[in-house]
């Protein structure tokens, strides 16, 4: 069962006079308190909730949702300011009407004429953001070059709507709406019409998810945003939020045994079991600043962790303890060096760490020691992590120019780059089999040695032997998301961290 320590979203609700079609439902569906017939339809809808699938299943009739007024089921939220509407949806069965439609909707009220915009995949895939500038007035639309979306977001940032749309495994095609004044208070949230009065049509909609954005006043790593920790099928893209939190958490580590996950937050490391559906701290005794770079050896026994020592100045420095708890153990005697990943021998780590000024990929022994560097391109190196079999190096690197991913022998030798694509790619983590890898995408816009918080980002995966990377899952993160190595021992799921405000 899904635990909660503060309400994710955050917001405000507002229940005050609603029009006699919405009174008495007020029993909240998922995260959405309230669910409407609008316009009233001559068939009701209905929307129930999944909370072992995380799934909504709405039926909806009405005869139409266009020109001056609309018929559809709704079920909704109401929220103040900016925010951002995630969903995939498809019908699930064949439908009688072409233009039956699904999709995300902002509305400044429940009346049947309200101004408005949605994003809408339509029975015939026709895909487009629709909208309604003004009480009773025309509807419009911006019909999108992508057909049969099947994920969807739908973002408002003050008067400007953005409509973003894929099929599963493609990025996102956006189109944008400026200068449409909805209002600050609105009701957001999923519907279903059938486009005819005499049938009423369901579609399923996973993986939804209302974001707070960060406000332009935030300032990084003094401020933080809530936090989800979900997991995630890289076969099918099913997401499942496992713990929500107001609290900044960064960086989950699956544990070897499968038994449960282990991450940062603001300089401690915790453990969340399974079994207990709730985090438990780990002593790290002086180690309290500890970074979003750790790793666990593969026995699961030991803990290696990145701390900002306060005898060298605030820089990172490496250290290990048991798994359980304890005192660290120095490794790296010079700073700033940061952890990412642990040999499958147990015998070495690998690091990021900046000497004579440029940050390179070192590796040493568990023990301490002198180091080795493993590169000397110009440009930060980052993001190492050994295959399972230890022959092998995966990283990122902006020696290029922009930030890619690449591999190398384990000894530093025969770089080989593996991504040439527009996204700025951070974060090779390797699965278990050794047949694919995930990795975190940023937009091309954000510079090529920059991972920062609060951004629209992608988890993409890959086959080792190359080929194209497919998406496997849209959300807001960015730093601290996908930091450390985060399978599941099985190889069939990995752990990463979005984000909303609170």
Partial sequence: MLKRIACLFGCVLFFGWLPAHVQGQGQAIGVFPGASDIGSPALSGS???DATAQAYTIAGGGKNMWFGKDEFHFVWKQLRGDFILQAR?????????????????VRATL??????ANAVVHGDGLTSLQFRKTVGGATEELKSDQTHADCIQLERTGDRIVMSVARFGEPYTTTDLEGLQLGDEL???LFVCSHREDTVETAIFENVRITLPAPKTLVPYREYL?????????TTGERRVVYETTEGIEAPNWLPDGSGLIYNS???MYRWLWSDEKPQPIDTGFAIKCNNDHAISFDGTTLAISHHAQEAGGKSKIYTLPISGGVPQLVTELGPSYLHGWSPDGRSLLYTAERNGNFDIYSIAVAGGKETRLTDAEGLDDGSEYSPDGKRIYFNSARTGSMQLWRMQADGSEPEQLTRDAFQNWFPHVSPDGK????????????????????H???RRMSIDGGEPTVIAYLYGGQGTINVPSWSPDGRRVAFVSHTGN
């Fill in 47 to 49: 929307a129930t909730y």
């Fill in 436 to 455: 694919q890898f995930v990795f975190l995408s940023f937009a091309a816009d954000v510079p090529a040695e920059s991972h920062p918080f609060y951004q």
């Fill in 266 to 268: 603001r300089g401690r």
């Fill in 187 to 189: 009701y957001v949230g």
């Fill in 111 to 116: 009346e049947t004429d309200s101004p408005h």
């Fill in 226 to 234: 809530g936090s989800r920790l979900e997991t995630l099928d890289v």
């Fill in 89 to 105: 949806g498809h019908f699930p069965e064949e439908g009688v009407d072409p233009h039956r439609k699904f999709g995300l909707m």
């Fill in 457 to 459: 980002v992608l988890l």
